[in-house]
């Protein structure tokens, strides 16, 4: 997988695989508002934000980025307790 930065994300188009990919992750993840990811990954109006994820299921594209993303997490070493 490529490896883009904040700055990258304005030259990708808003339904982007990689943009939904990170947006998904962000929001299994965290507590932020979708009014904080649409601005933060340029993905234009708040409300979308939702919609985009809820489709990430059934989109192919991103069922492979989510695998990978998860195969390359389980290999990260964990800290011991």
Do not use: H
Request: glycine letters at 8%; one cysteine or more.
């Amino acid at each position: 997988m490529e490896c883009l930065g904040l700055d990258d994300l304005g030259g990708q188009p808003k339904r982007s695989s990689v943009t939904i990919a990170l947006a998904v992750a962000v929001k299994s993840r965290t507590f932020v508002t979708n009014l904080w990811i649409a601005r933060r990954l340029q993905m234009g109006d708040p409300s979308r934000v939702s919609r985009y994820c809820a489709e990430a299921g059934s989109r192919e594209d991103l069922q492979k980025i989510s695998k990978r993303r998860r195969k390359a997490g389980s290999k990260t070493p964990t800290a011991p307790s």
